[in-house]
Nanobody
């Protein structure tokens, strides 16, 4: 089993920045993909950014490309999401996710964090 613990959410004004962190615990050696999803009220959960743990291959949602940056620290079993130029439509509950298989942009993730709220005001 793998446990994921997120931190770093909060409230900012439009144009601001936030950095989310997620640390993995447990059988972390089994993880192949890590990433971030988000879910806004009344909307379906959507993939934000994912990264392949060993190749470093990254995939972003079109809505965040150029504004968000995902990174990985394998030594710390951690993944990060740097969010810049935030917009009100980025407001959502952000979840860290991990998976044993792949490919990372398409696979169904089987480990999830508890979620951290990001609120962007106009």
């Amino acid at each position: 089993q793998v446990q994921l613990v997120e931190s770093g959410g909060g409230s900012v004004q439009a144009g601001g920045s936030l950095r989310l962190s997620c640390a993995a615990f447990g059988y972390t050696y089994t993880i192949n993909c890590m990433g971030w999803y988000r879910q806004a009220p009344g909307k379906e959960r959507e993939r934000v950014a994912v990264i392949q743990r060993y190749s470093g291959e990254i995939s972003y949602a079109g809505s965040v490309k150029g504004r968000f940056t995902i990174s990985l620290d394998n030594a710390k079993d951690s993944v990060y999401l740097e969010m810049n130029s935030l917009k009100p439509e980025d407001t959502a509950l952000y979840y860290c996710a991990a998976n044993n298989g792949g490919p990372c942009p398409a696979v169904e993730y089987n480990y999830w964090g508890q979620g951290t709220q990001v609120t962007v005001s106009s």
